[in-house]
């Protein structure tokens, strides 16, 4: 077998996200995330147009998959196609940011687990912060209170020891 080709990829899939996916490239690929893969479930404005610079520079890889419940659908897809480039692979929505507490790389996070097959990261969930419209700016910038940590996890799996995303 092949050495993965990327340490650590995110995968997502969106549905007219346009206001916030560039933001949300961005910071993940700022924090160590290399590729980041994203399925178009049938926005208005495709995905490939909103992050076509992204695209150019090879940060992210887009699909166009329709249809209605095709998360996991999409999550398996991209395990099957693009797990064996990578150590270890992201599943997040969109609305969902990786904080870090104390390294500024994901990267780092994970080579203190590389023994194990995946880490869930538990959600902290973020309140409004006051707002009563949508601010102008960055989510990450906008909505800093915390309502406290939720029982809700995300995954992050080393593709080599998955079988599927749940269906």
């Not at 092949?2 to 949300?24: K, M, N, V």
């Not at 994203?38 to 695209?55: G, R």
């Amino acid at each position: 077998a092949s050495l993965p080709q990327h340490y650590l990829g995110l995968c997502a899939i969106a549905r007219d996200e346009t206001p916030f996916l560039r933001e949300w490239v961005a910071y993940h690929h700022y924090i160590g995330f290399e590729k980041i893969i994203i399925y178009d479930n049938d926005s208005a404005i495709p995905v490939q147009d909103v992050l076509e610079d992204f695209l150019e520079q090879g940060v992210c890889e887009s699909y166009t998959i329709l249809g209605e419940a095709m998360q996991f659908v999409s999550y398996n897809h991209c395990l099957e196609q693009h797990g064996p480039d990578f150590e270890w692979l992201a599943f997040f929505d969109l609305d969902e940011f990786l904080c870090l507490k104390a390294d500024t790389d994901a990267r780092v996070l994970l080579r203190d687990y590389e023994q194990h097959s995946g880490l869930g990261v538990n959600w902290d969930v973020f309140s409004s912060s006051g707002h009563l419209d949508l601010p102008p700016g960055c989510v990450t910038e906008n909505f800093l209170e915390s309502l406290g940590y939720s029982t809700t996890s995300k995954s992050i799996v080393r593709p080599a020891k998955t079988l599927r995303s749940k269906d």
